[in-house]
């Protein structure tokens, strides 16, 4: 599967022929183009994004006011688990896998991911599986466990609710774990030559971080996902204490995979911060090395932290004190590279950009719900803090205030590559600036209401709690946020109304993406680049006088891409051909989930369907 | 190394195959899988009084160990196999490979022949539970194991594996050895490590 072919190699093998269509609706299902999937898994994200974000605009209205009857109970239950479900697992993730498809590629200089078939497969079966979780609205009841799907509430709870959290997580896992290994593959065996490890940006370390992290956490759920799903359907007794089993296995396998997820979620947006703040403080990144082993740091310590979920579950002092130590611990690398952030802005040139403005947005953000993390540690604290509006508000603080800022930051940064147009920088800081105050109206006040004792995942309240200020405030603020997306999405319609003229480097960058027009040709690069140091780029167009002040390279040096007009058409670059395969391969899951659930047969039609699409991927050529 | 071959490697790592190098980091991925499996295995099996339960009893190992030398052999003839194939005796490698199916086919028969003898069923309690989701989802891996061979095979059929391009055997045959190492360990805390 050599993802470049000598020019004129003949094709090996295959009995298949691949589709051949470069534009139109079956060029995007066939595609193996990682730029185009990184857009595909972008779009999907977002989508889903919308969709999490109405059900939580919901949430918000059922609690503005003491005695809320928005929703009932029943459905507030499917409402909150499924914002969780879909926030988590089908926008963070696939949002971060966007970033990672578009951008891995580009920025260590090969022309695409060691498997672009795989990649394919793992995009279209990230979708089904949303889709598939999703369809449990029209059939029968959405999963209504809570995200973390505790035993025994999930396995002797009535209607198929948490089957279809079962099976599809099950599906988006399998999805996960492919893209995992194609992406830590690339990273690890697809680089340029001379972007040796320690040349690589700090973003694609993160990345490889994270396809680590993603490969050996989520086989865990997996193990759980695959007990609570028999012991629903098939009747074993892993969870049933009435029967020798545990529930409190369950709470185990769920936050080993749980913690490192955190990380998961949170190391992609670390990565694209760490890439922009240098870019637009015009200095390198501080301490690159503290930041890279800090990374890795927190990839290893993420194993050994899971059971300050549960603190409350009483698995006694010793281990309780244990883990609260090692939750310590993970946040004196975190404070690692909040300080490194910190000193690459500091003297630095600052230029105020709406991506700046995010990734800036994202350090003091981030901090808050760092500190009340911290706080969680001290275990008799965390007795009071447990299944509260508190933690509540940490966990967004992290993951919307923290994760999606430095998310949008980096669809503003990028966003020139990827569609060769600009967003419009003045919306764009109007958007930070709401959304900046949207998030901290939202989930500061969750901090006070949890301090006074809400329960998180309650469907009402009564006037005389005297919680009804700060729940109203907190929906305010709810909906500011939902105004900032919209102000958004209306940059970025507006973008494509505009002529496709950004510049290959429009913001004076320092990596490889910015060296290839906007957006880049399918074969990314003409020649193969040669890379020479960190931020290799950066010093082909500036070098330093004794004094240490920055003087540009004279345009018309090597490598300059100022100076290269005319960029070949890639004429003799073999790329991967498209394959129906992947999208057929991926088609067959959903329904073995159905068939798990309801009737057995429309299992055996999925596996066959999985099958037929695998021969047809192994009869197919290599290459055309 | 041909000038073909310096045109083709435009990568900083030269020598590292990435089929070979993507079925390690997943296999290592289904190492955790397992490792959960036998973690609550153990941690069950530690809070029992009697184990096996008594109303299994002392499991009948003549059948397992049947099974255990087929997956073993297998294994070595799949290596055989890589051999024959990476020194270009591409003819021995096709022979090899189908009887390696083949002994992954026998072991499935056999095994689905053994769960019918059994004389508990899965709801009967903790035991059953985990005897029959580890060992099921083992057997799941040899399905998956067979169908992954018989992809190589089409593509040993089609012309896409050769001396040079034997990657996918490579990839294919570390996946099965580990799908056999996992067998030694259910055998081992199933048949051989229990009171008789």
């Keep these: ?624 | 190394m041909s000038a073909t071959d310096l045109q083709v490697d435009e990568r900083a790592v030269r020598r590292t195959s990435s089929p070979v190098m993507g079925m390690v980091l997943f296999v290592a991925g289904e190492a955790m899988f397992f490792a959960a499996f036998f973690a609550g295995y153990f941690q069950f099996r530690s809070q029992a009084k009697v184990w096996p339960p008594a109303s299994v009893g002392t499991p009948e190992i003549s059948i397992p160990a049947v099974l255990t030398a087929i997956l073993v052999t297998s294994s070595i003839v799949l290596q055989l196999g890589l051999r024959a194939v990476a020194r270009g005796r591409v003819a021995t490698f096709e022979r090899l490979l189908l009887l390696t199916i083949l002994l992954g086919v026998c072991f499935l028969a056999l095994q689905a022949y053994d769960y019918s003898q059994l004389t508990f069923g899965i709801k009967g309690g903790i035991y059953p539970s985990l005897f029959y989701v580890m060992t099921g989802l083992h057997m799941a891996h040899v399905v998956g194991g067979v169908v992954l061979l018989s992809v190589v095979g089409a593509q040993t059929l089609t012309g896409q594996i050769s001396q040079r391009h034997h990657e996918p055997v490579e990839a294919a045959a570390i996946y099965w050895h580990f799908v056999d190492i996992v067998w030694l360990g259910l055998f081992t805390v199933y048949y051989v490590a229990v009171p008789r």
């Design chain 1, 1 to 624: 599967m050599a993802s470049v072919s000598v020019p004129g190699e003949t094709v090996r093998g295959g009995l298949l022929r691949r589709p051949r269509s470069t534009a139109g609706f079956w060029s995007w299902v066939t595609t193996v183009d990682h730029k185009r999937i990184g857009i595909l898994y972008g779009a999907t994200a977002f989508f889903f994004f919308l969709v999490g974000g109405v059900e939580a605009l919901f949430i918000r209205l059922q609690l503005a006011q003491p005695d809320g009857k928005i929703l009932s109970p029943s459905t507030y239950n499917e409402f909150f688990t499924m914002h969780g479900l879909t926030m988590i697992f089908l926008v963070v993730m696939p949002l971060s896998a966007a970033f990672f498809n578009y951008l891995i590629p580009l920025m260590i200089g090969a022309r695409d991911v060691a498997f672009p078939r795989l990649n394919a497969f793992s995009c279209w079966l990230f979708l089904f599986a949303g889709l598939f979780i999703y369809s449990s609205f029209a059939l029968g009841g959405a999963p209504n466990g809570g995200w973390f799907g505790y035993a025994p509430l999930s396995t002797v709870e009535p209607g198929n609710n948490m089957l279809f959290y079962s099976t599809g997580l099950l599906m988006a896992g399998i999805a996960s774990t492919v893209s995992a290994v194609n992406l830590a593959v690339t990273i690890i065996n697809m680089r340029a030559p001379g972007m040796t490890m320690f040349r690589m940006p700090v973003f694609i370390w993160m990345a490889l971080v994270v396809q680590f992290l993603l490969a050996f956490s989520l086989p865990i759920i997996t193990v759980g996902l695959f007990e609570s799903l028999f012991d629903r359907r098939f009747g074993t007794h892993f969870f049933d204490p009435a029967a020798g089993g545990d529930p409190v296995l369950w709470q185990h396998l769920f936050w080993l995979f749980g913690h490192p997820e955190v990380y998961i979620l949170i190391l992609p947006a670390m990565g694209i911060v760490s890439e922009i703040l240098p870019v637009f403080a015009r200095k390198p990144l501080f301490g690159y090395q503290f930041v890279v082993f800090s990374g890795i740091a927190i990839g290893f310590i993420g194993f050994g932290v899971w059971a300050h979920h549960m603190f409350a579950t009483g698995l006694g002092p010793v281990a309780n004190t244990a883990f609260g130590i090692s939750t310590m611990i993970i946040a004196i690398p975190t404070g690692v590279k909040i300080f490194n952030w910190l000193g690459t802005i500091w003297r630095g040139d600052l230029r105020f950009t709406t991506p700046m403005l995010f990734a800036l947005g994202f350090i003091a953000q981030f901090v808050v719900g760092g500190l009340s993390g911290v706080t969680h540690a001290v275990v008799p604290a965390d007795y009071q803090q447990t299944d509260t509006y508190y933690i509540v508000a940490h966990f967004h603080y992290v993951l919307f205030a923290g994760a999606i800022f430095g998310l949008f930051g980096g669809m503003y940064y990028w966003w020139p590559k990827i569609f060769g147009r600009m967003l419009n920088e003045r919306v764009g800081k109007v958007q930070f600036w709401i959304m900046a105050v949207g998030a901290n109206l939202t989930f500061g006040p969750m901090h006070i209401l949890g301090l006074e004792g809400m329960p998180r995942r309650i469907q009402t309240y009564t006037p005389a709690l005297g919680l009804g200020v700060w729940n109203l405030v907190v929906t305010i603020g709810a909906f500011t946020i939902a105004v900032s997306v919209l102000i958004f999405i209306g940059n970025a319609v507006a973008s494509f109304r505009r002529p496709k003229d950004a510049p290959a480097d429009p913001w004076d960058a320092r990596t490889l993406e910015w060296t290839v027009p906007s957006p880049p040709p399918p074969h990314n690069f003409d020649e193969i680049p040669v890379v020479h140091a960190l931020d290799d780029f950066w010093h082909r167009k500036y070098a330093e006088t004794e004094e240490g002040t920055l003087v540009p390279v004279p345009a018309g040096g090597s490598g300059d891409p100022r100076s290269d007009d005319a960029h070949g058409s890639g004429h003799g670059i073999h790329l991967p051909s498209p394959s129906y395969y992947p999208v057929i391969a991926a088609l067959g899951f959903p329904l073995i989930g159905y068939g798990v659930i309801f009737h057995w047969w429309m299992a055996v039609a999925g596996a066959v369907v999985v099958l037929a699409g695998l021969y047809g991927w192994a009869f197919e050529p290599a290459a055309e």
